[in-house]
């Protein structure tokens, strides 16, 4: 049986899930804030960026009521920035586990 290109689709949206998460298993803090040269966003700022894009898809896609990014559940509030600490770098990969 030929795969579909929507097979084929989850199967590359699933291989890369599971690729990023397990970048973030021993990711430390250190690394998680890293800003490339001329980059805008830090590693855990570009995570939580995506999970958070993630959380409104999937509510726009299966929700009655769907919710927008200022609405969606963030990880110790919405912000414009990230916390600096172990516990907010584990409750965003979580967080991404979760999308």
Not at 27 to 46: D, K, M, V, W
Request: with cysteine.
């Amino acid at each position: 049986m030929s795969r579909t290109r929507k097979d084929l689709t989850m199967e590359l949206l699933e291989s890369a899930y599971r690729l990023m998460v397990r970048h973030l298993e021993n990711i430390t803090l250190e690394e998680a804030l890293f800003i490339p040269q001329n980059g805008y966003r830090s590693i855990l700022g570009t995570l939580k960026h995506a999970a958070g894009w993630s959380h409104v898809y999937r509510s726009y896609a299966f929700d009655e009521d769907p919710k927008h990014w200022v609405e969606i559940a963030w990880p110790h509030g919405l912000r414009d920035t990230v916390i600096k600490s172990d516990e907010y770098l584990c409750d965003v990969i979580e967080w991404f586990k979760e999308s």
